[in-house]
């Protein structure tokens, strides 16, 4: 055994490959050779320190959700590119949903072309017209969905935002604001979806999701908000939750004194 | 018995995109912990792992029988991270920065943990060079084998052993001197310790 033969062994030393006789003679000739052996001790001491550092624990629930609505997404647009939907709404949705921006021009040129058509056509309110605005509002909301399925959270955050320029979302959209709300990484992004939703206020659906996220919500500033939406909205159902936020130690001070004039409002309205 | 990972990724490939939710919950743990101690970032790796499963889906049809699907799967997580921060570099304005940043605020949180032994490793691992940090993160927290590891980088198997231990002295190197500055005087297109 010689000292080049320590540096050799040592990734293999310290992952536990060696046989038992390379490492009793790599630790036989460490005893006798100081250098090797402070080498041997740096590098063992590092690798049991890196051992110390803490796994994090991801949010498996949470990303379950968004691994499943991938997967949707992704079975709806094979589907979609089936032979027997050869129509022209077909292509644009097979193109428009690996390009969001490839989808927005072809909404906006669908728009264009509609009032276009609009204008020329009288009256204006003939069959094809209505068809085109139809399929523009379609795109519009893909866009949307598509946007909020993004790796960039700027690209959630449009996604968002976009939803709110949806002249009649269909329940799609809702679904996806409220599963942003309660399962987006990004407080931003999370922000944007309770006022995205506010126009939702009258479903069942998107109130007790509010009231649920009221319950899990850590981020300060979305518990604000979602304080001000249940009292904005009279929701009642709300005020249990309210009671712990407010009598909850662990809780923001600021965000337990909002939770207390939540309560007011509520009880008294 | 449970139907092995190669088997349940070659249905995928065929079609069946079902039997790609019994992957994700064998690897999303493992992938979320190379990505997180890699990027430092928790966020940013729960979005990368909907990406690289993203992506598996979009390439699915290159996945070729024989091939360890535990390999190929990090070899995408890998590329989806560089990609990741390769557009961050490029193409990200600055106000970016504050929209990723995490709920909770760092600064005295990250102060107590650079006081303890662990959390100085921790910052001083996101100090060393890239490519030594993600060596060490495969060996040691991934348990991969020197081989698998060799496979995943392409290069040879000796190149592997030796780049670890050269890595290990280096980050003993910044860990040392973390105690006395506890600063990223490396320079290294990760920085994420310091802002997150």
Known sequence: MQCKDTSAQLADYLAGSLSDSERTALEGHAQSCPACREELNRASQMWRLLGDIPAERPDSRAMRARFDAMLAGRAVARVERSPSMGSFVAWMRRHAAVQPLLQGCAAMLVLLV???VGRGIRPPTSPEVHELSQEVRDLRQMVSLSLMQQESASERLKGVSWSSQLDRPGDEVVSALIDTLMHDSNVNVRLASIDALKRFADRDSVRSAAIQALGTQRSPLVQMALIDFVVETREHAALSTLRQ????????????????????????? | MSVNDEALMAAVREGDLTQLGPLFDRYHVPLFDFLSRMTGNRHVAEDLVQEVFLRVLKYRATYRDGARFGTWLFSIARNARADYFSRRETTMPLSEEALEAPDAAPGPERQIEMESESGRLRAALMCLREDRRELLILARYQCLKHETIAELLGIDIGTVKVRVHRALKELREIFLQMAERPSCNVKTPQRNWLII
């Open chain 1, 114 to 116: 509609g009032i276009q």
């Open chain 1, 245 to 269: 936020l407010a009598k909850d130690s662990t809780v923001n001070e600021a965000v337990r004194a909002r939770a207390a004039w939540g309560i007011d409002h509520l009880e008294t309205a």
